[in-house]
């Protein structure tokens, strides 16, 4: 006959170790970013800018790099034989006129195997919208919106991360894992 004592110690034991592998068989651990997935990136321009000429840049990050991402100017990214630009690890979209509204960069495209062998963590979706903007840091800069590609960063199955193209800016409208 067992102790009772021993054998609630022993009940707690294994209700405890089954409460740590439960917990530990999610991939998405609180404040890690996981590892780094390949999404269909959407790009919809708004119907309000159809008639304008709207070139859109789409810009593998990586974590050395993100602060310039983040803090270089986007007036000056925009004009011609700019170094940042020229050196981007990109796919250039046109849009507005007779160009489709929607683009997309699919999983199967080949920036995303250059991005990931170049240890990319993020993308910048850059625009070059019409109308006066000031300079400012991301995210102040309505311009440009820069996302992780680490798969905690988005909610299990999300296959797409949707971006909207404005007048008033670029904005992600696919919903970021909520922080719990």
Partial sequence: MM???????GLCAV??????????????KPGDPGPVQTYTV?????????NDSVRVDVVGVTSGNQARWENYSMTKYWQQDDEMRQDASKVSLNF???NPASQTIGLTSAIWKTWLAKGV???AVVADLPGIFEDKPEPQDARRQIFSI???????K????????KRSGVE???VPRQVR
């Fill in 3 to 9: 102790n009772p004592l021993l054998r609630r110690f």
């Fill in 15 to 28: 209700l405890s170790l089954a409460v740590l592998v439960i917990s530990g068989c999610s991939s998405c």
């Fill in 158 to 165: 999300t296959n797409t991360i949707n971006i909207s193209v």
């Fill in 172 to 174: 992600v409208t696919t």
């Fill in 121 to 123: 963590t993020h993308v």
């Fill in 42 to 50: 959407q790009i919809d321009l708004d119907p309000g800018l159809a």
């Fill in 150 to 156: 680490c798969k905690c960063s988005w909610p299990d």
């Fill in 96 to 98: 507005g006129r007779s």
